[in-house]
């Protein structure tokens, strides 16, 4: 998106003059460690270069005023800094008044109301974050408006969940919008959830590329679904320290595979049970994954891929038909390394790592079966990774 365009758009919604400035925050692609975020485990992400672009100015008085080019039939929403609780009117508005609220509550005050323009490139219900995007976005908006020279990045992302979790009722885990907040061109984040400690990870790889393919389905109830699954996490981990040995662990992070699977029959439902093999294998897989793409060992990344989807398929239960079809197609292509499902689940996106010289017959091939079998097309982007969010 061009800034001229912005500024443009920004003009006719609100009118010319003031300080205007622009931002953007990152989507993001998880390479893998999924649902581990919440579970006190490693997670794999990269920032993609889409995202949300955010055009703003301050107002004198206590005013919120909300566009996006997004939802363009829903015109103008308003709100003011003493009116900051969710409501069903204040639709995607709710995203940026969470953060305006979680910021109160950790001490930085937004002193006057704003004028804001929103512009997301992110395909809409793709599962790339592009709620944390506009989170991000907007704690960095905040940032940039108001001086709080304090507030980190890191800070922004830990407020961004906050938001979502207490103000949106989405108990997300950090991942997403870590990624979006501290992303680094070319490389993608090994983060410790547990302790935020994080680590930079080359992923320019010579004769592979990383290729999203969108099923462009998404199924409902996916929020609670959601929960649900952190919830049967939690209750596993309550019949865990009941085991004298495991009396101290907070989180299913903290357990390897061979001490899992000596104490796993203390879990007395089999439902949470599988969860917590997924949460603990899933957690092990991350960290060997990022071993191997540090020895360059790119067929071993792949394959730990493909383990961590038969594992969100059949333990943690959140893939659905049809990505199931994106991924067992991906697997029968001469050159596809690895490939699974990324992101919540019940829908959205695949990722995978082609070989460069099979990224055409991977997009043809996939796209003939799966129009023919779901009677829509999916879509495909190969992933170039940005920096997570900034000025501009
Ligand atoms: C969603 C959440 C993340 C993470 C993933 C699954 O994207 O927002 O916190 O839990 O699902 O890995």
């Known amino acids: 998106m061009k800034k001229e365009q912005l500024l443009e758009k920004f003009a006719e919604i609100y009118g010319d003059g003031g300080e205007i400035r622009c931002f953007f925050a990152p989507g993001r692609v998880n ?39 997004n939802f363009q039939e829903t015109g103008m929403l308003t709100s003011d800094l003493s009116h900051l609780t969710p409501s069903k009117e204040a639709g995607w508005s709710d995203y940026p008044k969470g953060v305006i609220w979680a910021l109160g509550e950790r001490g930085y005050r937004i002193p006057t109301g704003f004028d804001l323009l929103i512009c997301g490139d992110i395909p809409a219900g793709s599962g790339l974050s592009s709620s944390a995007s506009l989170e991000v976005l907007t704690g960095l908006m905040m940032k940039g408006l108001f001086g709080f020279e304090k507030l980190s990045m890191v800070e922004i992302a830990q407020i961004s969940q906050y938001a979502e979790n207490n103000f949106n009722g989405m108990n997300c885990g950090i991942m997403d919008q870590f990624a979006s907040a501290m992303g680094k061109k070319d490389h993608a984040i090994f983060l410790d959830t547990a302790t935020l400690q994080y680590e930079y990870a080359p992923v320019k790889m010579e004769n592979a590329k990383i290729v999203i ?26 019949d865990l320290r009941k085991v004298e040995e495991l009396a101290h662990i907070k ?64 333990d943690y239960q959140v893939s659905c038909d049809e990505i199931d079809l994106l991924v067992d197609l991906a697997w029968e292509i001469p050159g596809v390394l690895g490939a699974r499902i990324t992101g919540g689940g019940f829908g959205g996106c695949t990722v995978s790592i082609v070989e460069n010289e099979a990224v055409d017959r991977y997009k043809e091939s996939i796209q003939r079966a799966y129009e023919k079998r779901v009677g829509h097309k999916a879509e495909f982007y190969v992933v170039d990774i940005g920096d997570g969010a900034y000025a501009f």
């Open 31 to 69: 390479l893998i460690g999924e649902h581990t975020d919440y579970n006190g485990g490693h997670v794999f992400p990269c920032a993609l270069t889409i995202g949300t672009y955010g055009v703003i100015r301050k107002r004198e008085d206590d005013k919120l005023r909300f566009y996006s080019m």
């Open 251 to 314: 989180s299913l992070g903290e357990l390897d595979r061979e001490t899992f699977e000596k104490y796993e029959t203390a879990i007395t439902d089999p439902i949470c049970r599988m969860r917590a093999r997924h949460a603990v294998c899933e957690n092990q897989r991350t960290i060997q994954a990022v071993q191997a793409l540090k020895d360059g060992d790119l067929a071993g990344f792949g394959r730990l891929m493909n383990a961590s989807h038969v594992s969100l398929r059949d």
């Open 213 to 238: 393919t969108n099923s462009k389905v998404k199924h409902s109830l996916v929020d609670s679904k959601y929960n649900e699954r952190r919830q049967q996490c939690e209750e596993a981990v309550r």
